[in-house]
């Protein structure tokens, strides 16, 4: 042990000392003198000419291997500070390679990270799994809240000999403290319905499939205009459109065998203002504390510092929440964790095409589970076609389901008490998490 901790210390002045020959920039303030690297203001900068992963390489020689993943991803601006479950860790930051790497190349040298700005930051170890041809630094303590980095993979990397051209970099950002741990959204006896409607149910294109029970809470219960009888049955309303296929069942005013229907309404409503902000809107809630989304209406892949979150409460004050692309949700390894996101309008996806084609998606990594995802909306929603969709919305009025989008996850449309709306359905799957004919991903 203490061979060990006489190498670290000697490795911690080690690589500042190798940063010299291509790091940029002189520091600031303190009468020049950084109080980590010492005299002469030193500070990490990524070498002249590097792009960010995916990028081409416009030197790079036929072959060149690339860096064509990394986590945290570039400009992302809520990354944790410490390894998934592990509080004050070393952090793990990776980058995937498009070819196999030659043995050695991935190491202290080669694969670094720094402060923007300011100091380099000791690494605990560097390893390069052959297999997965994933390169990991682990940092030797945890990272600083609050505080942007830079990960740099130098161009002189190679694989079968034939190096990257140029050096990689990207950027991304910690929160600024530690996500405190969200208790369960509790929707009482609301929590076996996939949808729910205070205006009716309406359907287009083709038979959608609920994998839940439906409620309808208007007080004449409709299906594309024809009242759903009071047998629960909805097949009714076939002679205008295209009947769901309900695998559950459907509970209305005119079908209410527990006689609680009243209660279920209340507990949907409590359910909804408890995600929603003590502000509001569209109404006093309980939930607050949220950090705010920046450009909420380009989430997803290809928008600035907006494609990843970690548990905890997001608000969007402008503008409404929309999702364009890959939306991830990263439970760091806790299968508790809970994401709630908080909208003052609405709540949506992009129009997409039909896999393979590209369309909005919403992806849950590291334990993250749907049944622990909540959209509050202000107004209403409307998922795009072919997205797939995670997480349980609640908005105050309508939803929107476009052809062929999916949901793991309840859409309850009117949930709350003031507020009241229609489902649309077209061609769609809904699943309640955990239910029995659920998918067996959707948890």
Known sequence: MNRFESYSKRLMWFIPLLFTAFVTGCGGGDNGKDPILGAGGVTFAAPPGAIAPGVACTTAAPGAPTVTVTDPTNSNQFVTTSTAGVANSGKLITATFSLPMDSGQLNQTSFTLGQVGGAVVPAASVSYNTSTRVATLTTSSALLPNTSYTAVILGTVTSGGISMGCSNAWTFKTVTSAATGLAPVNLGLASTFGISATAGLATAGGSSTINGDVLLLNPTPVCNATTVP??????????????????????????????????????????????????????????????????????????????????????????GIMITGDLTLDAQGNPDAVFVFQSNSTVGTAAGAVSPGIHPRILLVNGAKASNVWWQAASSATIGTFSEFQGNIMAAISITLNQGATSCGRMMAGAWVGGGGAITLDRNVVSVPGNVNAPASCQ
């Open 230 to 319: 009071a047998t629960g049955l909805i097949g009714s309303c076939a002679a205008v459109g295209f009947p769901p296929t309900v695998n559950g069942t459907v509970i209305s005013p005119l079908y209410n065998p527990a006689g609680n229907l009243a209660t279920i309404a209340a507990d949907l409503n409590t359910g909804f203002l408890s995600i929603t902000p003590p502000a509001g809107p569209p109404a006093v809630g309980t939930l607050g504390g949220g950090t705010t989304i920046l450009a909420s209406t380009t989430l997803g892949t290809g928008s600035t510092g907006q494609s990843t979150f970690t548990p905890g409460v997001y608000t969007a004050l402008a503008g």
